[in-house]
T-cell receptor, first 117, second 109 residues
Framework: NAGVMQNPRHLVRRRGQEARLRCSPM?????VYWYRQLPEEGLKFMVY????????ESGMPKERFSAEFPKEGPSILRIQQVVRGDSAAYFC???????????????FGPGTRLTVT | KQEVTQIPAALSVPEGENLVLNCSFT??????LQWFRQDPGKGLTSLLL?????REQTSGRLNASLDKSSGRSTLYIAASQPGDSATYLC????????FGTGTSLTVIP
C-alpha cells in the first residue's frame, strides 16, 4: 500500500505565476488535509477536504489560494499569482475517517517545497 | 483559540540518555494528540497517537502520555540513539488541527 504521494517534490515559480500542488491520499483514505510550513515556523493547518467537499477551510488565505478533491484523481492545492511569501513546504495528509474521530491518524506525504523567485 | 507549545525548542543529549519532550495545549477539548518526527527536508512520520480517552501509548523505546485536564503531553525516549536526531512535533485535534513548533533533538554519539 503506497503512502501519501505528493508531486512535484520541488517547484520553482516566478512571482505572478500559478502553482499547482498535487496530493494522492493513501488507498482507502477519503479525507485529505493540507498544511503549510514556513521557514523556522511550525505546521499550520490550511484546509480539510473529503471527496468533492471542502469541510474546513478556516486556515486558507482568503485570496489566491484554493483547494479541491475531485471524485476522481488527486487533491489539488492551487496558488494563483504567487508571491515570495508563499515560499514554503506544503504537506498533505490523509486519514481513513473523519478528523473529528478520536481514533483517526494522519499519514503525511513527503511535501512539496515551493520556491518563488 | 488552541495554542500548542513545545519545550524545549532544542535539546542535545549524549547517546544512551533517557529524555522527555514536552507539549502543552491551552484547550482541553481535544479528540486526540499525535506525536511525529520530522527529519530535515523530509515529511512527517507518525510516532504515536493518543486518543482523548487514553492516558498513554507505547511503541518500542517511545512512551507518550496525555493529561487532558492539565493540557499536557510528554514523549519519553529511552536509551537515545544518534538515529533519534530529528525534530519532534506534537499535534492536537480539536475543532481544528494544531501543531506545536517542535523540539529539535540532537543525540551525540
Amino acid at each position: 500500500n503506497a503512502g501519501v504521494m505528493q508531486n512535484p517534490r520541488h517547484l520553482v515559480r516566478r512571482r505572478g505565476q500559478e502553482a499547482r500542488l498535487r496530493c494522492s491520499p493513501m488507498k482507502g483514505h477519503s479525507h485529505v488535509y493540507w498544511y503549510r510550513q514556513l521557514p523556522e515556523e511550525g505546521l499550520k493547518f490550511m484546509v480539510y477536504l473529503q471527496k468533492e467537499n471542502i469541510i474546513d477551510e478556516s486556515g486558507m488565505p482568503k485570496e489566491r489560494f484554493s483547494a479541491e478533491f475531485p471524485k476522481e484523481g488527486p487533491s489539488i492545492l492551487r496558488i494563483q499569482q504567487v508571491v515570495r511569501g508563499d515560499s514554503a513546504a506544503y504537506f498533505c495528509a490523509s486519514s481513513p475517517t473523519s478528523g473529528r474521530d478520536s481514533s483517526y491518524e494522519q499519514y503525511f506525504g513527503p511535501g512539496t517545497r515551493l520556491t518563488v523567485t | 483559540k488552541q495554542e500548542v507549545t513545545q519545550i524545549p525548542a532544542a535539546l542535545s543529549v549524549p547517546e544512551g540518555e533517557n529524555l522527555v519532550l514536552n507539549c502543552s495545549f491551552t484547550d482541553s477539548a481535544i479528540y486526540n494528540l499525535q506525536w511525529f518526527r520530522q527529519d530535515p527536508g523530509k515529511g512527517l512520520t507518525s510516532l504515536l497517537l493518543i486518543q482523548s480517552s487514553q492516558r498513554e501509548q507505547t511503541s518500542g523505546r517511545l512512551n507518550a502520555s496525555l493529561d487532558k485536564s492539565s493540557g499536557r503531553s510528554t514523549l519519553y525516549i529511552a536509551a537515545s540513539q544518534p538515529g533519534d536526531s530529528a525534530t519532534y512535533l506534537c499535534a492536537v485535534v480539536g475543532n481544528q488541527f494544531y501543531f506545536g513548533t517542535g523540539t529539535s533533538l540532537t543525540v551525540i554519539p
